[in-house]
């Protein structure tokens, strides 16, 4: 069920625990069109982060995703160094190609005839990106032997922060998750902070280096905490949450769309296996594969002054709008009479994305699109390696034979509503690590 019959089933009503800080979003008109949606994100017109506290609040209320204005600016700038290209490419390389390839020659085993090795991809992905989700943010410890536990509280935390899509009851929702935040920040996240800050003093007093100082989230709010303390005490964990999931969830969920969609779309255009392994035609095709499966199905805006919408809609300061973000991308005026279809050679319509509003726009564009898709156009970087964790993954998964494993149906969550798998199983070559 997509997002707008959802909404129409009643599945949102009371998404709100802050009825004095804006209406359910059942009760705020919805903006659908691709020319809505890329307006608000670019105009200074609308504030982000709901203009007020909405139901995640507890868990990445004053993170980068709540912040307008000259506040989101200067977050940006903060940490936009976390974001440079020899980091990522350090990500890719360093962390996420050896435990996926370790994974695989596991899984592989000696080879068999005419046998092929079945694995679930989300899980498979998520055991990798995990790695990459620990090292962005700076968690100390996060590794095989604690796995189980950490992917518990993977999934809970990722209600937490994506409550405002979660389809049951919110509240009750809410305290559970509150229960594995706490565990996370006993765990995880305190430990780490206080070794860096020991870092941060030791570097401060002459002893080390600024070389010597790990370049992860954690060590920029403590270098710059100046800025944090500006906001609840909170903010820190809130920040911490909010880039922790970016890998493990959103990425991991994506690339079964994306293998979904390629392997429908190949038996109709032969000739194209060969480019499997090919960087630039995967990126083509996880640009199409998030504009038609976007991570977020919606965002909340509020007007901060009186505005017209392209579509003639007018909005008074202080009102809400839901901006949907599936509808827009799937917006048969920008993208197309086959705007539902998968096509990676879509053609280009001026000022539209290839990625649709999968990764909003403007200058709220996510922070961590280079991480995803990479920034190149032929999809490598100069070491000749995938750019963008998405691109890198399929592409070493493509190097084995994957393909989807029809004996195994897929299943779709129903947790929320976003657009993600709950299993997507593949079958690969044995032998081919």
Known sequence: MDTRARREAGSFAGTTFYPDRGPSVDDMPWCTSYADVDHVFRSKDWEQGGGGVRDSHEFIGDG??????????????IEAGLF?????????????????RERLAA??????????????????MRSCLYRVSAAFVGLDGVDDSVLDQYFELIEELGI???LEWVVSNHREAMDRALVYKAAFM????????????????????????EDELPLDLITVMIRNAD??????????????????????????????????????????????????????????????????????PFFIRRAVRDTTLPSRLDVAAGDYVVLDIIGASHDAAA?????????????RNRGVKSTGIAFGGGVHTCIAMGMTIGDSPSGTDSAGEPAGLMVCSLRELYRRGMRPDRMSAAEKSSINVRDEYSSYWVTLNKGTA
Do not use: M
């Not at 430990?191 to 007093?205: Q, T, Y």
């Not at 296996?273 to 504009?291: Q, V």
């Open 84 to 100: 440079r290209r020899p980091n990522l490419r350090s990500y890719e390389r360093d962390i996420l190609l050896p435990v996926l």
């Open 160 to 162: 937490g922060t994506n």
């Open 227 to 296: 800025h944090f303390r500006r906001w609840a005490p909170g903010v820190f964990a809130a920040e911490a949450l909010l880039f922790h999931g970016g890998p493990v969830n959103s990425v991991a969920n994506a690339i079964p769309h994306t293998v979904c969609e390629l392997s429908n779309w190949l038996p109709a255009h032969p000739g194209h296996e060969k480019a499997l392994t090919d960087p630039a035609f995967l990126r083509l095709c996880c640009n199409e594969a998030l504009r038609l499966h976007p991570p977020t």
């Open 64 to 77: 980068l995703l709540a912040l307008s204005g000259d506040d989101h600016f200067q977050r940006r700038r």
């Open 335 to 347: 993208f197309g009479d086959d705007a539902d279809e998968f096509n990676p050679y879509r053609a």
């Open 186 to 209: 006993e765990r995880f996240f305190q430990p780490s902070w206080e070794r860096r800050a020991d870092l941060v003093a030791r570097f401060e007093r002459g002893e080390i280096a």
């Open 107 to 124: 899984a592989s085993g000696p080879p068999a005839e005419d046998e092929r090795v079945r694995l679930e991809l989300r899980g498979l």
